[in-house]
């Protein structure tokens, strides 16, 4: 019975420092849609414009060696390191990535949060093709190709998709732990994973700098509007909370 009393209190207060760290994280989520929804507005619109473009080229040409545009700057194994990094922003390695995660998801009871990871994904990608095909902006043409490309420029959709995908699944990990270090770990890790693709993009010669950069604004705006959106599922028992499976 004395334990038993020790715990309560202690498990109010959880619950009460949980609940305050949930509403500071929705104020933040809805910062991050609105100054996401903005950049991406405020790049869209210089782009549209042509006023971008002596910055974009300028980023390009001196990722380049000069006088050689088909030679990036640095020692080679920076080339291949990146070839490979970009290639986790594609289609075949996220549709792998969020498949088994779904699956993994879906076999520990949390349904919930599956369709969630999968429609945070897939509607992203759904958005990212229509901008793609509303603003057709062609890839560079000012410095040789590095890496396979076909679609139109604006936005980047690695640099999308990976901000969708991997901040997604970051929040995802990290609602799991309750220790704000290894949430802090999981996040940064996401990020600089994020970050890595869009930048290999640009070197690699496939994407204007803009295009990174207002993937990643975007990006980050739709996967915080559905963490907000499982927060708000959450609170009124859609989904299940972290740490619980539907059984």
């Known amino acids: 019975m004395p334990n038993q009393m020790l715990r309560r209190p202690n498990e109010i207060l959880r619950k009460l420092r949980q609940a305050a760290f949930n509403e500071i994280g929705a104020t933040i989520a809805l910062g991050v849609i609105a100054v996401g929804a903005l950049v991406f507005m405020l790049i869209a619109d210089e782009a549209v414009e042509g006023d971008t473009h002596q910055f974009d ?3 390009l040409l001196a990722l380049r060696e000069p006088g050689d545009t088909a030679n990036p700057v640095g020692p080679e194994w920076v080339e291949l390191a990146l070839a ?12 792998l990535l969020v498949g088994g995660v779904a699956i993994y998801l879906v076999a520990a009871g949390k349904r919930g949060s599956a369709l969630l990871v999968v429609g945070a994904v897939v509607s992203g990608t759904v958005l990212s093709n229509l901008l793609k095909m509303g603003f057709d902006r062609p890839r560079p043409d000012l410095v040789a190709h590095l890496a396979h490309a076909q679609s139109s420029s604006f936005p980047s959709g690695h640099a999308m998709l990976s901000a969708v995908t991997y901040v997604t699944l970051g929040v995802l990990l990290a609602r799991v732990h309750g220790k704000r270090r290894t949430k802090m770990l999981v996040m940064t890790f996401a990020i600089i994973l994020t970050l890595l693709i869009g930048v290999s993009r640009v070197y690699l010669g496939v994407h204007w700098p ?5 993937g990643w604004a975007l990006g980050a705006a739709w996967a915080a509007l559905w ?8 609170r009124r028992g859609k989904i299940e909370p972290p740490g619980e499976s539907a059984a």
């Open 84 to 95: 490979d990094i970009t290639a986790l922003g594609g289609y075949a390695v996220l549709t």
């Open 57 to 59: 080229q300028s980023i």
């Open 227 to 234: 963490w907000l959106l499982a927060w708000w599922l959450q």
């Open 210 to 214: 803009t295009d990174v950069l207002a």
